[in-house]
């Protein structure tokens, strides 16, 4: 029987880069079939070209073994085809049912006149098929980023999609809603369909896949029985040498003395409703303190209260025994607070600025990069030929505008800048998001040499692995407040996940 | 099937080719209009170059309509690279002209110095000052700048037309029977007469070289300067500007009184350098603030190709009036000059869009 999807030799190139150099790839009908490399190893440049958002420059496409030219994301919709992005398409004002309709020309869709009741009807039955129910009168923007997923996926079934392909399905879900994602993809799976799983996440591949496709530079590098693989000979594929892998290594008992405290912190949202409750902690010089969540539980409004970037509507945040200014960055700036954002591309940098003025976006004020009022535009440059050779920033050069860089080059530069800025306290929000398992090695070796040299670490992360490998204490946050603080060496990763979903330790998870 | 698409990467050469293209099209679209409404198109072309730049005279009167669309681009120009669009060049200009003016009228005939720096401080307090008021309700209230300065533009101009034509104020002229009768202002003492620098055959109107020096400082200011840095922050990404402590409401304050400084400078100049009087009627007719927008787009807000378009849409003006006569009417004019800022305009679409053309993509099957 003919595989459900079959690309060959696919060749996509971008100015100045081989996006996918000659990729093959196959997926049966019935399988979930992983795609897992590192970043800018071609998997998102790959779903696009099948998902028909880019055309390939050369190769085919073949569907249930009938050669496929897609024109436009229409015709690939048409074909059977349904993505699950990332970052999620949906409109926050419209109703799941109305979502789920949105751009189907088939059916309900099409009509001038829509029949709520009848989508809804369907809608609630999908749902309740493959255990992603949803109602179906709620709006997009009450709903968690998990069940907006469950939107997304509704969707695609509502349009009978047979090949699903779903790009880091987990990235904001808690440990507890992505085992029941993959039971949902098992479900589908089961029935015929074709699940493609986008993922750079090792043991999520083994629980949920049938067969590995491995890409490493834009090709292919091997595809696997999954229960043929283990975790290190996957990691080694797709890095494309041997990795050792990130433990926890326990650092000197020492610490220092409380560096960071704040105290009974209430702040708004950008929407202006609550978005932290009385948030208190403390954190000491030499410590990492873990703040686990899903995305959207305060960690941001946290991040911002501490560096001044927003003002609380209660409470202090004291550094080095001093009281904060609220809302004052540049102070946050001058107490020796430095933060790696979660919004990179937009907070983290200005895009259309060069890497240069990217590199002294907080010290451009000092003696160092300026006399008076002018710039010295030659030691700038020179600080970033020298950020960009030290922290290994492929692509970059001092002249080019940011947005030029790759997520994973982009978060070098932002990571170089702050650790550069001399912190007292380092406050990181999801420092690895996108980065190639090198990469995160590095990054993690910096943040505990950083501790090690005496900065107070806060970290906030939504990567479970990642907040036990690195913290000392692990705070974890639900809706605005901090629900427990355990000591890491005690802390499970099913513990810390129940909490995350806002249940006790002996509850059910929450949908 | 033609598709528009972002270009990835904009080449260097199309930024010298594309504003050429669209001046060859506009040529080949005005030859038809020519054609049709019987004019030689050679022969006024020929006259549209040599009226425009084609003497001492013809540039002299260049650079005299080019002074005004200077400080006009540049108050655009140096708003708009923050994300700041203040439209309200226009009114701005007005309020320098009517400050400008005054301070010109107050110092008598005591000291020519005296009388221009006065005219020209004048002229950048009553810019500035109008232009803090869309500044001060963007900042602190997040109000549109765009309708805010927009409709200063019109008080302005009832301002203006009102010191003058319904009021005995201190700028009209009521020193004879048939001044009271017919309104206007008050001319300026021959002290308030700004000098004018003769190079060669040249005259270049002191408020052109005031224009020019105002270019050169601005770019300086937002090439090397820790100011000019951080307007381009905050004018690419609002949010990094925030993390990284600059202080945005401040910033904006301070780009709304440069831009309308500028302006109210250029207005300042008109009465200086060529009205001699607060003129009202000629002001508001000219539309300088509004033509400062185009110049400050076709410049793409460098200050130096402001001065350079200015100058160019300035002989394009000059141009247009020698053109007007009784075989050739001055709406024909009017369509002329359109058609040549409307295809450069239209052309910068091309710099980062492109066009492809390809055959509609075989129809897929929806899978059976």
């Known amino acids: 029987m003919a595989a459900a999807v079959e690309l060959r030799n696919i060749t996509k190139r971008f100015p100045g880069v081989v996006a996918n150099d000659g990729v093959d790839f196959e997926a049966a009908e019935g399988e979930v079939h992983a795609l897992l490399g590192e970043n800018g190893a071609g998997k998102s440049t790959l779903s696009n070209i099948l998902t028909g958002l880019y055309h390939p420059d050369d190769g085919q496409i073949l569907l249930y073994g009938e050669r496929r030219v897609f024109g436009s994301p229409r015709d690939a919709l048409d074909a059977g085809i349904g993505m699950v992005h990332q970052h999620f398409r949906l409109v926050p004002p419209f109703t799941v049912a109305e979502n789920v309709i949105l751009g189907d020309e088939r059916g309900e869709g099409k009509r001038f006149l829509v029949h709520p009741r009848h989508i809804e009807r369907r809608v609630a039955e999908l749902g309740e098929r493959y255990r992603i129910a949803v109602d179906p009168r709620a709006r997009v923007w009450q709903l968690s980023l998990g069940e907006q997923q469950r939107v997304e996926i509704l969707k695609a079934l509502y349009r009978e999609a047979r090949i699903l392909i779903l790009d880091e399905p987990t990235a904001v879900l808690t440990p507890q809603e992505a085992g029941s994602l ?224 790759s997520g994973g080059n982009l978060q070098k530069i932002v990571l170089g800048r702050e650790f550069d800025g001399q912190p007292h306290v380092l406050v990181v929000a999801s420092p690895t998001r996108g980065l190639d398992v090198a990469a995160i090695e590095t990054v993690h070796t910096q943040l505990r040499k950083a501790a090690s040299g005496g900065v107070g670490v806060l970290l906030i992360s939504e990567d479970l692995d990642e907040i036990l490998a690195l913290s000392d204490r692990i705070a974890v946050m639900y809706e605005g407040e901090i629900v427990a603080e355990l000591d890491a060496g005690a802390a499970t990763l099913d513990e810390i996940g129940l909490l995350m979903a806002g249940g006790k330790a002996d509850a059910e998870p929450a949908p | ?204 109107p002191f408020g052109l070289v005031l224009g020019v020096a105002v270019a050169v400082f601005i770019w300086v200011l937002y090439s090397r300067t820790r100011f000019g840095f951080e307007v381009h922050v905050i004018g690419d990404s609002p949010r990094a500007a925030n993390y990284a402590g600059m202080r945005t409401r401040r910033k904006i304050l301070a780009v709304m009184a440069l831009s309308g400084a500028i302006a109210g400078l250029g207005g300042a100049s008109q009465d200086g350098d060529f009205r001699h009087t607060l003129d009202p009627r000629g002001l508001t007719a000219a539309g300088y603030g509004y033509a400062g927008i185009v110049i400050a787009a076709l410049a793409r807000y460098n200050p130096f190709s402001v001065c350079l378009i200015a100058f160019l849409l300035g002989g394009l003006q000059n141009a247009g009036y020698a053109l007007q006569g009784a075989d050739f009417p001055s709406g024909l004019v009017g369509v002329l000059q359109g058609l040549i800022l409307f295809c450069v305009l239209g052309g910068e679409l091309l710099l980062r869009y492109r066009f492809t053309f390809d055959r509609r993509s075989r129809r897929v099957e929806a899978a059976a």
Not at chain 1, 213 to 238: E, H, Q
């Open chain 1, 182 to 405: 993959f039971e949902t993809l098992r479900v589908m799976a089961h029935e015929g369909r074709t699940v493609i799983f986008i993922s750079h996440k090792l043991n999520e591949v083994a629980a949920v896949s049938d067969r590995v496709t491995v890409l490493r530079g834009g090709k292919t590098v091997a595809t696997l029985a999954t229960r043929d693989t283990t975790a290190r000979s996957l990691a080694s594929l797709m890095v494309g040498r041997e990795v050792a892998e990130v433990e926890r290594t326990p650092r000197e008992e020492w610490l220092g003395d409380v560096i960071l405290e704040v105290s009974a912190v209430s702040a708004l949202g950008d929407r202006g409703s609550p978005a932290l409750r009385g948030v208190s902690l403390t954190l000491r010089s030499g410590e990492i303190l873990g703040v686990a969540g899903v995305a959207g539980n305060g960690q941001r409004e946290l991040a911002e209260v501490v560096t001044g970037m927003r003002s609380p509507t209660q409470g202090t945040v004291t550094i080095d025994g001093k009281r904060l200014r609220p809302g004052d960055a540049r102070a946050a700036i001058r107490a020796h607070i430095s933060h790696v954002p979660e919004d990179r591309l937009h907070t983290g940098v200005a895009p259309s600025l060069t890497i240069a003025s990217n590199s002294v976006l907080k010290a451009y004020r000092s003696s160092r990069f300026a006399w008076g009022p002018l710039l010295r535009l030659r030691a700038i440059r020179a600080h970033a030929s020298q950020l960009i050779r030290h922290y290994d920033v492929r692509g970059g050069a001092p002249e080019l505008p940011a947005r030029r860089l």
């Open chain 2, 1 to 204: 099937m033609i598709r528009i698409e972002r270009r990835l990467e904009q080449p260097r050469w199309l930024d010298v080719a594309v504003p050429l293209g669209s001046i060859l099209v506009a040529f080949a679209v005005m030859t038809v209009v020519l054609l049709a409404t019987g004019h030689a198109p050679g022969h006024t072309f020929w006259r549209l170059l040599v009226t425009g730049f084609g003497s001492m005279f013809a540039l002299n009167s260049t650079l005299v309509s080019a002074t005004p669309l200077i400080f006009t681009g540049l108050c655009a120009a140096v708003a708009f690279r923050m994300q700041l669009f203040n439209i309200g060049g226009e009114g701005q200009l007005y309020m320098g002209a009517i400050l400008g003016a005054a301070a010109g009228i107050a110092l008598g005939n005591a000291s020519s110095f005296l009388s221009v720096t006065a005219m020209i401080g004048a002229g950048i307090v009553g810019g500035a000052a109008f232009a803090l008021i869309p500044g001060f309700l963007r900042a602190y209230l997040n109000t549109n700048e765009i309708i805010t300065s927009l409709m200063l533009n019109y008080v302005a101009a009832l301002v203006i037309d009102y010191l003058i034509f319904d009021s005995l104020s201190y700028w009209r002229d009521t020193s004879t029977p048939s001044a009271k009768v017919f309104p206007q202002g008050k001319i300026l003492p021959d002290a308030a007469t700004w000098p004018v620098l003769h190079v060669g055959g040249l005259e270049l």
